[in-house]
Nanobody, 124 residues
Framework: QEKLVESGGGLVQPGGSLRVSCAVSGHTMSAFSMGWFRRAPGKEREFVAAIARSSGSTYYGESVKDRFTISRDDAKNTMDLQMNRLKPEDTAVYYC?????????????????WGQGTQVTVSS
């Protein structure tokens, strides 16, 4: 059974950058489309970004478009989320997830495996 582990979270000042990563084990990541979600305190889980298997096409949530970049390295079984121009409202626990669907998907119910999350805090 696949396991997903996030890393790279931390504290960053507004306007700064941070990269979070997701390592997949137990199954080759190339079989999955992958996604990032986040949950801020007191808020609903929010779709952040997704990247499709095979094609590598990407899709972003409106609040992060043009600031965040999702990428994958199937040879290393890892996925990254590069976050630039961070804002305090980006503060959340960030989760990576894996899906058997062949395309990018925004719906969390279409993801079958999740990591434990990594905290990102944007504050001065």
């Amino acid at each position: 059974q696949e396991k997903l582990v996030e890393s790279g979270g931390g504290l960053v000042q507004p306007g700064g950058s941070l990269r979070v990563s997701c390592a997949v084990s137990g199954h080759t990541m190339s079989a999955f489309s992958m996604g990032w979600f986040r949950r801020a305190p007191g808020k609903e889980r929010e779709f952040v970004a997704a990247i499709a298997r095979s094609s590598g096409s990407t899709y972003y949530g409106e609040s992060v478009k043009d600031r965040f970049t999702i990428s994958r390295d199937d040879a290393k079984n890892t996925m990254d989320l590069q976050m630039n121009r961070l804002k305090p409202e980006d503060t959340a626990v960030y989760y990576c997830a894996a899906s058997w669907y062949g395309t990018t998907t925004l719906q969390p119910e279409k993801y079958h495996a999740w990591g434990q999350g990594t905290q990102v805090t944007v504050s001065s």
